[in-house]
């Protein structure tokens, strides 16, 4: 029984948002507990579901809930606030005798605030009975605690790794490894063992929470690296609803050789037809832009994305940024780095928040690559988070400010080491949609303006600099 939480009484029997119950499907007992509320509008959630034969008597021991997004295994448990424990309640299955014995318990934590307890329910009940010998048909496929892409990851395995399965869906499988039971994305998974590629690299691009990739065996170029599949949004990832535009796809390159088991994100700036005349939300919170820029301070909205600017030259922005993306992707290919490119053609639909929350759940970091719209062959800089309290207390900003600056700092110092020109002390604040929706180190760089030049030896003179600079921020 819980007592006193935040200096008030709580009732006897748990119910409303506090509750543990126990639900019987397909020959297995779902148990979750879930504790959602609490102090300052914190969240918590725990989901159980316990290995063990059932008799139907009696009811589980209490669990004891420790601080949430504590590292399993710390403390007292996860999931709630410490000293509270959370009391079972049964839900019997309907028309069946009491005491009657019901399947084996399916076993599994789950500890996230963006995880539905509901739905990873429907999912368990949904699921076909299955007794299979599976085969990992991806590479670097999550292995997770729940059937939801928000659940934690047990592990990530490639291909021809062996698992058995005993439950299936068109979306989800419940997969045996290393004797717990857990989750996979059932597109992923094969009864047929699958040959591997001639690269060793394994089979399509998978991760159980990316959209559906396809097999494509097309060579990166001198980077070495090969193409691994597409990815598209995926609508369940946190942010995504604040997309106007996110039928498009981006492509994911594994290094052939040496790898370092990173993915960049490379995001060509501007691209995408249409983008100019859809306004989508600056903030996640709603509140107002703090700084100027393309989209003035105060504004709630702003363009999807940019048409950007043309050179002196006349060459638009979106065709260099994609010429330099390109570049850059052969260098941290041949570095051992694995490479997310958001835009490999003119037009891509994907609009500024699609392009972050795709770098968000698919990469380990996000560079932007724009040039200035000024006039004067400043030199490079980042665009760095605005020094106003409010927007950096506000989430997901408070969370990873710190990294964006750590990411932009390094680019700089590798540009700068290849000799690059630098504008200033190498940063400008300013509030964008880009920084405003990641959780992902991020930065917009700006690699000159519309006086700079942009040969083909300048953007292969950038794209080394910046490849040196994520070296510099990975090995620090």
Known sequence: MRKKACGADRPDRLSGNNRKIRLL??????SAA????????????RIELETAAQDGAGEPGTEEAGQPGAAPGAGAGSGARPGQAARTEEAGQP???????VGPEISVTLESSAVDFASTMETVQAMESRDETVYVNATDLNIRKAPQTAAEVVTRLNTGA?????GYNAEWSQVIYQNQQCYAASRFLTTEKPQARENGSGAPAADGNSAPAQADSTSAGSGGGMLEGEAGLNPDWKYAGYAKISSGKAMLYRAGSNRKNKVVCVNAGH???GGSSVKTQCHPDGTPKVTGGTTGAGATSAVAV???MQFADGTPEAKVTLAMAKALKEKLLARGYDV???RESEDVQLDNIARTVLANNLADCHIALHWDSTSKDKGAFYMSVPNVASYRAMEPVASHWQEHHALGDSLIAGLQGAGVKIFSNGKMEMDLTQTSYSTVPSVDIELGDKASDHSAATLDKLAGGLADGVELFFGR
């Open 340 to 342: 997310l490119m958001i």
């Open 25 to 30: 499907a397909a020959g297995a007992v779902l």
């Open 95 to 101: 028309g069946a005798a009491p005491g009657a014995a």
């Open 306 to 308: 940019s048409g950007g």
């Open 162 to 166: 062996e698992l058995r399965r005993t």
């Open 34 to 45: 879930v504790a959602l509320g609490g102090c300052q509008g914190q969240r918590y959630e």
């Open 271 to 273: 691209g995408t037809s």
